[in-house]
């Protein structure tokens, strides 16, 4: 794989959150950097974008959330001063959806900083985009587009060694073969892919360090083991945290110092290579335990990724759906789905993840004929729900959840109703790739109606409120 990116200098559109900040020395110091700035002007937002503001407020909140899509679009917060950042007001403008927060005071060429910012977000989000990425790990939910963001970054950007974490089935191998492929090192080696939990304990020091001819009975030839193999490239240990304790001590050495003997040996070896480990244990509480070696653990986990279940992407289920029946079918034509196979996948479990979905749909395929979509007979009588299919209300116990947090956080009703339905926008029109006509249909309103609420939308983020000051909205 060899995604290429595209070095020109990045462009970025601008908001203002206060008529009180000098906005003319900001947009010209842009300009001399490089960067293409473009003012907002109640049009929709899309692509990388600066906030500018001189307040952290509510108001400042929604402006993040809402031009971020909740952080699937990159977006800089900059405070024009350095006290507006004081005691810890970054922290929210993150949780809104803000990718990072400076003060424009504070640093020495502002300027200079947010082009490198820019350009690196520009980098990765190619990166991220390439069809080498998107056509083997698909997705467009939140979670899952940060992931892969922070695995671009570190695969590309550094060399640290890095621990995959998650559930069986999230395509953690998927992930360690994504690295590999990015990394940029030049003469890279090859990627060599070793299952902790299939070493036999007897054979273990064959299978990592390798051994001389003659050291145990079997021993006809000489071996490279994983570490020799990978020497210049990538170790890909898969299910680390089934390695036994003594198996960990010795391993250490070898990923600490790059320095290891063959078994039947006294000579010492060099390698070099870069570590990714993939694990569905928790190695934290492994290592609380005891069962898990701590100085192993921080060697390991330079960098950490997390991969979400599909529990946690739900919205990832269809476009995941339609990516497996188009491998299942080899070519042989795209098939939509019936409403009702579309909304039986979307809603069943997958206690195996992504793996599980795989499975489901090839099963599916096989027993689909002709050119017609793939309906419900197509789906197993095994997998078939009952006549007791539950109907779906969308008013759960985690919907209520959300609104007695809001609630215990002070959030009036007119907060409450205000931040349902921008959400509820929001996610239409990203759904719809920004088509406001489309996003209006499935939200039951009128084309002028959607065009609307989004202006009443961005008038509040002109006005922002001082923290402490709230909304009194009448039923």
Request: aromatic share 6%.
């Amino acid at each position: 794989m060899h995604a290429a990116v595209n070095t020109r200098a990045p462009s970025a559109w601008i908001w203002f959150c206060s008529d009180r900040i000098a906005q003319d020395p900001i947009q010209r110091a842009l300009t001399a950097v490089g960067i293409d700035c473009t003012l907002l002007r109640g049009d929709a937002a899309s692509g990388p974008g600066l906030v500018f503001f001189d307040a952290v407020s509510p108001a400042l909140c929604d402006v993040l959330r809402e031009s971020s899509g909740g952080g699937l679009h990159r977006v800089l917060a900059v405070a024009v001063t350095v006290p507006v950042l004081e005691g810890g007001q970054s922290w929210p403008l993150l949780a809104a959806g803000a990718s990072d927060v400076l003060a424009w005071d504070r640093c020495p060429d502002p300027a200079a900083a947010i082009l490198a910012r820019l350009t690196r977000w520009n980098a990765i989000d190619q990166l991220v985009r390439s069809p080498d990425v998107r056509d083997v790990l698909v997705g467009e939910s939140r979670c899952w587009i940060a992931a892969l963001r922070q695995i671009a970054e570190v695969a590309r950007f550094t060399d640290a060694s890095v621990l995959i974490t998650g559930e069986s089935g999230t395509g953690k191998e998927l992930v360690a073969r994504l690295i590999h492929a990015l990394d940029a090192r030049p003469a890279k080696g090859a990627l060599v892919v070793l299952d902790c939990g299939t070493v036999v304990p007897t054979l273990s020091g064959s299978e990592f360090f390798g051994h001389e001819r003659g050291a145990f009975t079997g021993a006809v030839t000489s071996r490279d083991g994983a570490f020799a193999t990978a020497s210049g490239g990538t170790l890909f240990l898969d299910e680390v945290g089934e390695l036994p304790l003594q198996l960990q001590t010795e391993l250490l050495r070898v990923i600490q110092e790059g320095m290891y003997k063959r078994v039947g040996s006294d000579t010492w070896r060099s390698t070099r290579f870069r570590l990714v480990c993939a694990t569905n244990r928790d190695l934290l509480q492994e290592k609380a335990s005891g069962r898990f070696r701590s100085d192993l653990y921080f060697r390991i986990a330079a960098w950490t990724c997390h991969l979400p279940s599909l529990r946690e992407r739900v919205e990832d289920i269809p476009l995941l759906s339609r990516h497996f029946l188009r491998e299942a079918r080899s070519g042989a034509g795209e098939l939509d789905l019936d409403p009702a196979v579309g909304d039986f996948l979307a809603r069943r479990a997958y206690p195996g993840n992504v793996r599980d979905l795989k499975q489901l749909v090839a099963r599916m395929a096989h027993r689909h004929e002709g050119p017609g979509p793939m309906t419900a007979g197509d789906v197993p009588p095994d997998e078939r729900p009952s006549q007791t299919w539950d109907s779906g209300d969308w008013r759960d116990a985690a919907f209520e959840g959300c609104v007695r947090r809001a609630l215990a956080y002070g959030a009036k009703l007119g907060d409450i109703a205000r931040s349902a339905t921008e959400i509820a926008v929001r996610i239409a029109v990203a759904e719809e790739g920004g088509n406001l006509r489309r996003a209006a249909v499935r939200l039951g309103v009128t084309d002028r109606a959607l065009q609307m609420r989004r202006a009443a939308s961005r008038e509040r983020w002109a006005t922002p409120r001082r923290p402490g000051e709230g909304t009194h909205n009448s039923m």
